[in-house]
């Protein structure tokens, strides 16, 4: 499936690329960097954020800590062009682009339930899935308030934002996923469970590649995370029947590539 020299995909297959979460205006400029440099080099065929790829920090409910905290509250300059700047270079470099809604970005929706009346209008000028849609062709937007949100990347692998955020986060997303394999953030941490059948050998497994945040924002500061900077490469086939994924790791703004190429930020 893979060209072990270019990571392209070989005829028959397309890559997808899993961006998690990044929480813009507190991205790692460094991972950042690292993912837009794999994106300009591989060129996949479809782009997923796995949500939660602005932090909508005003419209939190949560009280600042810092005062750095409330002067990053500009929505539209600080979180929404930054964003529809990387989107546009997503989509430059790719053929289509999905975003999957997390509860991040979902706060801008209850707060206009929570408002009503008048603001209702208000946020339709406002929401990010107005913003980020506007001229935008192969564009999908999965909202964070549908049933089981999600896309199929394949007849056996969805990619969704995340619904534990708990220890074993991996292991409870695949009891709920049940018979088919997911891609999720939220979580913030690399990690992996899988199981296989033992008559069939078929293996489903649920993970996480990780976040493009900063390993301690500003609301962490004083406790250790142990989040991991990464993103993920799933190579599929055309008809949706197979796929292969490779979850890379960024490390002080280096990753290292299946292929054995090392690109930094």
């Given at each position: 499936?893979?060209?072990?020299?270019?990571?392209?995909?070989?005829?028959?297959?397309?890559?997808?690329?899993?961006?998690?979460?990044?929480?813009?205006?507190?991205?790692?400029?460094?991972?950042?960097?690292?993912?837009?440099h794999?994106?300009?080099?591989?060129?996949?065929?479809?782009?997923?954020?796995?949500?939660?790829?602005i932090d909508a920090t005003a419209?939190?409910?949560?009280?600042p800590k810092t005062l750095a905290e409330v002067k990053a509250k500009d929505f539209y300059e600080d979180e929404i062009v930054?964003?529809?700047?990387?989107?546009?270079?997503?989509?430059?470099?790719?053929?289509?682009?999905?975003?999957?809604?997390?509860?991040?970005?979902?706060?801008?929706?209850?707060?206009?339930?929570?408002?009503?009346?008048?603001?209702?209008?208000?946020?339709?000028?406002?929401?990010?899935n107005v913003?980020?849609?506007?001229?935008?062709?192969?564009?999908?937007?999965?909202?964070?308030?549908?049933?089981?949100?999600?896309?199929?990347?394949?007849?056996?692998?969805?990619?969704?934002?995340?619904?534990?955020?708990g220890t074993h986060a991996a292991y409870n997303h695949l009891q709920a996923l049940r018979s088919i394999s997911g891609i999720f953030g939220h979580i913030h941490r690399q990690q992996s469970y899988a199981v296989r059948d033992p008559v069939t050998n078929r293996v489903i497994k649920a993970w996480s590649p990780g976040c493009l945040t900063k390993l301690q924002p500003l609301w962490m500061l004083n406790n250790p995370t142990n989040w991991v900077h990464g993103f993920d490469l799933i190579y599929v086939k055309n008809d949706l029947s197979e796929w292969t994924n490779y979850t890379v790791t960024i490390t002080n703004g280096e990753v290292i590539l299946p292929s054995g190429r090392t690109i930094r930020a």
């Amino acid at each position: 499936m893979l060209n072990s020299h270019t990571n392209k995909p070989k005829s028959g297959n397309h890559l997808v690329i899993a961006v998690p979460d990044t929480h813009i205006p507190y991205q790692d400029e460094e991972a950042f960097g690292c993912l837009f440099h794999a994106i300009e080099l591989l060129k996949p065929e479809k782009i997923v954020i796995l949500g939660d790829f602005i932090d909508a920090t005003a419209f939190s409910t949560h009280p600042p800590k810092t005062l750095a905290e409330v002067k990053a509250k500009d929505f539209y300059e600080d979180e929404i062009v930054p964003a529809k700047a990387a989107l546009d270079y997503f989509q430059k470099h790719s053929h289509e682009l999905i975003y999957i809604e997390g509860n991040h970005t979902a706060r801008l929706n209850r707060v206009a339930a929570q408002l009503g009346g008048p603001f209702s209008a208000v946020y339709n000028m406002i929401a990010p899935n107005v913003l980020f849609s506007q001229n935008r062709k192969n564009f999908t937007w999965v909202p964070y308030n549908s049933q089981l949100a999600h896309y199929t990347i394949a007849k056996d692998l969805w990619a969704f934002h995340g619904w534990s955020v708990g220890t074993h986060a991996a292991y409870n997303h695949l009891q709920a996923l049940r018979s088919i394999s997911g891609i999720f953030g939220h979580i913030h941490r690399q990690q992996s469970y899988a199981v296989r059948d033992p008559v069939t050998n078929r293996v489903i497994k649920a993970w996480s590649p990780g976040c493009l945040t900063k390993l301690q924002p500003l609301w962490m500061l004083n406790n250790p995370t142990n989040w991991v900077h990464g993103f993920d490469l799933i190579y599929v086939k055309n008809d949706l029947s197979e796929w292969t994924n490779y979850t890379v790791t960024i490390t002080n703004g280096e990753v290292i590539l299946p292929s054995g190429r090392t690109i930094r930020a």
